[in-house]
C-alpha cells in the first residue's frame, strides 16, 4: 500500500474507540526496510496514543542473516517514535541448528525487536524436509534459550492448532503424546486452551521423525551427537 492508503486505514481504525492497539504484521522490516520512509512512520505515529491507542509491528526475522543496517535503521525509526516491534520467527531446519535461534534472539534485541513467538513449522508435504519435530523446539528452550538472560528470551513456543488456536508447547495440559508410529513419528493429541469454555475437539497431529530430522541436519553437516538428549523430549 502507498502512504495514503495506509493513512486512510488507520483513520478508520483509530475512529474506533473500542480499538486499543493496532497491530500491524508485516515482513517489510526484513525484506524491504527502506520502505519505512520517515513520512510513513510519521503516519504511523500519529496514530501512537498510549494508553488509548498503540501501534504495534509484528514481523518475522528468521535469521541473523537478516539483519542488514538497513533493516536496523528502519526498527530504530519505529521505536524512536515510541512504538513496538516484535518478532515471530518460524522453526525451520535452518534456524533450529544449535544455538542459531539463540544468537538471533540476541541479535533482535541489539536492533530493538522483541522476541515474541516461535511457532512450530506446518506446511505440505513438499516442505516437509524443512520440518522440525516438537521435541527439537523443547529442546531448544531448555538448553539454549535458557543460557540467556531473560530478557532475551521473551519469545513463546508455540504450535498453532487449526481450529483451536496457539498451544503453548511448553504446557502439558495443552497436549499430550498418544503414541509412536513404525515410522518413528510421534503422534500428539492437542486440546484448545478453551475447551471449558466451548465444546471444541481436540486435534491430532503426526509430528516429523526425529530420525529424518537428525539425518537432515547430519546431510548439512551438523553433528548429530551435539542433539542426542532429543528423544527424551515430549
Same mark, same amino acid.
Given at each position: 500500500?502507498?502512504? $495514503?492508503?495506509?493513512?486512510?486505514?488507520?483513520?478508520?481504525?483509530?475512529?474506533?474507540?473500542?480499538?486499543?492497539?493496532?497491530?500491524? $504484521?508485516?515482513?517489510?522490516?526484513?525484506?524491504?526496510?527502506?520502505?519505512?520512509?520517515?513520512?510513513?512512520? !510519521?503516519?504511523?505515529?500519529?496514530?501512537?496514543?498510549?494508553?488509548?491507542?498503540?501501534?504495534?509491528?509484528?514481523?518475522?526475522?528468521?535469521?541473523?542473516?537478516?539483519?542488514?543496517?538497513?533493516?536496523?535503521?528502519?526498527?530504530?525509526?519505529?521505536?524512536?517514535?515510541?512504538?513496538?516491534?516484535?518478532?515471530?520467527?518460524?522453526?525451520?531446519?535452518?534456524?533450529?541448528?544449535?544455538?542459531?535461534?539463540?544468537?538471533?534472539?540476541?541479535?533482535?534485541?541489539?536492533?530493538?525487536?522483541?522476541?515474541?513467538?516461535?511457532?512450530?513449522?506446518?506446511?505440505?508435504?513438499?516442505?516437509?524436509?524443512?520440518?522440525?519435530?516438537?521435541?527439537?523446539?523443547?529442546?531448544?528452550?531448555?538448553?539454549?534459550?535458557?543460557?540467556?538472560?531473560?530478557?532475551?528470551?521473551?519469545?513463546?513456543?508455540?504450535?498453532?492448532?487449526?481450529?483451536?488456536?496457539?498451544?503453548?508447547?511448553?504446557?502439558?495440559?495443552?497436549?499430550?503424546?498418544?503414541?509412536?508410529?513404525?515410522? $518413528?513419528?510421534?503422534?500428539?493429541?492437542?486440546?484448545?486452551?478453551?475447551?471449558?469454555?466451548?465444546?471444541?475437539?481436540?486435534?491430532?497431529?503426526?509430528?516429523?521423525?526425529?530420525?529424518?530430522?537428525?539425518?537432515?541436519?547430519?546431510?548439512?553437516? !551438523?553433528?548429530?551427537?551435539?542433539?542426542?538428549?532429543?528423544?527424551?523430549?515430549?
Amino acid at each position: 500500500m502507498n502512504d $495514503g492508503q495506509v493513512e486512510a486505514l488507520l483513520n478508520a481504525l483509530s475512529s474506533k474507540t473500542q480499538v486499543y492497539r493496532i497491530r500491524i $504484521g508485516t515482513r517489510t522490516p526484513v525484506v524491504l526496510p527502506i520502505r519505512f520512509t520517515d513520512n510513513l512512520v !510519521e503516519i504511523l505515529a500519529e496514530h501512537h496514543k498510549p494508553p488509548e491507542r498503540e501501534i504495534a509491528l509484528v514481523t518475522h526475522f528468521e535469521h541473523s542473516y537478516e539483519i542488514t543496517p538497513d533493516a536496523l535503521e528502519a526498527v530504530q525509526k519505529i521505536r524512536r517514535h515510541g512504538m513496538s516491534v516484535y518478532n515471530q520467527q518460524v522453526f525451520t531446519v535452518e534456524n533450529s541448528r544449535r544455538f542459531e535461534t539463540a544468537k538471533l534472539r540476541r541479535d533482535l534485541k541489539a536492533i530493538g525487536v522483541d522476541p515474541y513467538y516461535n511457532f512450530n513449522m506446518k506446511g505440505k508435504e513438499e516442505t516437509r524436509r524443512y520440518m522440525v519435530p516438537i521435541a527439537r523446539i523443547l529442546q531448544e528452550r531448555k538448553e539454549e534459550a535458557r543460557l540467556l538472560p531473560g530478557l532475551d528470551r521473551t519469545d513463546e513456543s508455540v504450535f498453532n492448532v487449526p481450529r483451536l488456536g496457539k498451544n503453548h508447547l511448553r504446557a502439558w495440559q495443552d497436549h499430550r503424546l498418544v503414541m509412536i508410529l513404525p515410522t $518413528g513419528s510421534r503422534v500428539y493429541e492437542f486440546h484448545p486452551w478453551e475447551k471449558n469454555i466451548s465444546a471444541v475437539p481436540p486435534y491430532n497431529y503426526i509430528d516429523v521423525p526425529i530420525y529424518d530430522y537428525l539425518e537432515e541436519l547430519a546431510s548439512r553437516g !551438523e553433528n548429530i551427537r551435539d542433539y542426542r538428549t532429543i528423544w527424551y523430549y515430549y
